[in-house]
């Protein structure tokens, strides 16, 4: 756990530079048609019907070559990972070569669609300069803008700001449309967010408001894509991807003080089979004397949230990255608490019932998320950063040296290591050997992958 002192200072940083990506589904299996088995069935009946008089009964047919076969076997996922270097956006497919989609300079961050087919980048033409959005496909060729400076600064009045430019934007899991938010940039430091929500679609630009000012705010998509959770500083509401059917308000709470120019905006995690999403809100003061959070669960479809659990214990600081300390199956979470040594935190997991708390380690953390599962975490000890894999009812390993770590399932994940100018994304596996995927000379690394 990083010293209060030293978070303070870089708390600003963290804020604007927090970013998640989607993640590739499995396709589903196809639906059976009605006539195929209605055929089924008749011929089913047919051979067991008891032949009538006179009639000799045939012997039954022989299989067909198709029959006897063996099911083809599925192929294994590909990891496709989008990421920057040098100003330019690049695709690592699998084992091979890394090649590079973009040839337009000043890409500064990136996601994928989670069927790796589409690209969607940022890109400035100078470092301090408006904000593209743009697509690409994985091949580097359908080259498209999709929200230039000039038609983000009319999406709202700019009062005496510089200008308009997209906030946070990520792919809805199954399609090739964007969630974007925008925010306003002015003078001094601050980041300064509109709480709108717009769709835009990556293959044809098509601009789509979900939200006006106020009434958006930053999302979370459920992984089935259907369901949108709307994240503003001081609630937390639900709707269909397409805007309909809003729910407001189903967790109120008091907005975190940031001791800095942003506002606090709470990480909604969401359960595997899109029923619930989970969020952890901390205490209005983290730096109060006794600071706590409340765990929450709120229903995808209809009903009213539910606080799983209020508990004392550092959350904000902890906890201020982007891995959400509410494990994905909304059972368990992850927090610190001080120790009579000065920078010396407990790491402790509890039951979101509030039962079996345990102390898994001591020492100075920062959170780096929970396995898909749930079984598994890791989290970093000191700075920069030695990772550490723990098992729940168990101890901890040594995971490689880095940070942003992203679980490709449950045995699987990704991390950054190295610094600007010089950085490798990692590969790690439980148990297992840890690989270099690609190599970057960004001053800023961005990546996103598709699996």
């Known amino acids: 756990m990083v010293s209060r002192k030293i978070l303070l200072p870089l708390l600003s940083v963290v804020l604007t530079g927090l970013a998640c990506g989607p993640v590739g589904l499995p396709g589903a299996?196809?639906?059976?048609a009605p006539e195929a088995i209605a055929t089924l069935v008749a011929?089913?009946?047919?051979?067991?019907?008891?032949?009538?008089?006179?009639?000799?009964?045939s012997p039954p047919p022989l299989p067909s070559p198709s029959e006897t076969e063996e099911p083809a076997a599925t192929a294994p996922p590909v990891l496709r990972v989008a990421y920057t270097s040098a100003g330019e956006a690049w695709l690592l497919e699998g084992a091979g070569p890394p090649v590079q989609i973009t040839h337009t300079g000043g890409v500064q961050s990136v996601v994928?669609?989670?069927?790796?087919l589409r690209i969607a980048y940022l890109r400035r033409g100078t470092p301090e300069g408006p904000a593209e959005l743009r697509?690409?496909?994985?091949d580097g060729s359908g080259d498209l803008a999709l929200l230039t400076p000039a038609q983000a600064s009319t999406?709202?009045?700019?009062d005496g700001f510089l200008r308009i430019e997209p906030s946070n934007f990520s792919f809805i899991p199954g399609s090739h449309v964007l969630f974007v938010n925008t925010r306003a940039v002015a003078e001094g430091p601050g980041l300064l967010k509109f709480n709108d929500l717009y769709q835009l679609d990556a293959d044809t630009a098509l601009l789509t408001p979900v939200f006006p000012a106020e009434e958006g705010g930053d999302f979370s998509v459920s992984p089935d894509g259907s369901q949108l959770a709307i994240v503003r500083p001081s609630s937390i509401s639900m709707a269909n991807t397409d805007g309909s059917g809003l729910r407001p308000d189903l967790v109120v709470f008091d907005p975190v003080l940031?001791?800095?120019?942003?506002?606090y905006y709470p990480l909604v995690v969401w359960m595997a089979d899109s029923s619930s999403a989970g969020v952890v809100i901390p205490s209005r003061e983290p730096l109060g004397a006794d600071p706590t959070a409340s765990a929450w669960r709120i229903p995808a479809h209809s009903g009213s949230a539910v606080r799983l659990v209020t508990i004392p214990g550092e959350f904000f600081f902890f906890g201020m990255g982007p891995h959400s300390l509410l494990a994905p199956d909304l059972t368990r979470l992850a927090f610190a608490r001080e120790t009579t040594t000065p920078d010396i935190y407990q790491l402790i997991l509890a039951n979101t019932d509030g039962s079996g708390e345990t102390v898994f380690d001591t020492g100075r953390f920062f959170w780096q998320g929970w396995s898909p599962d749930a079984s598994r975490f890791l989290y970093g000890s000191d700075l920069p950063g030695s990772l550490q894999l723990g098992q729940v009812g168990g101890g901890a390993s040594w995971a490689g040296e880095g940070t942003d770590v992203r679980w490709l399932n449950a045995s699987e994940y990704v991390f950054l290591a190295g610094h600007s100018g010089a950085w490798e994304l990692k590969k790690g596996v439980v148990g297992g050997a840890i690989?270099?995927?690609?190599?970057?000379t960004s001053d800023f690394f961005s990546y996103d992958y598709s699996w």
């Open 29 to 32: 299996t196809p639906p059976v």
């Open 43 to 57: 011929a089913t009946l047919t051979a067991l019907a008891p032949p009538t008089a006179g009639d000799t009964p």
């Open 112 to 116: 994928i669609s989670a069927d790796g």
């Open 135 to 138: 697509a690409v496909n994985r």
């Open 155 to 158: 999406l709202h009045p700019l």
């Open 258 to 263: 940031t001791y800095s120019e942003y506002e």
């Open 435 to 440: 690989s270099t995927l690609v190599m970057s």
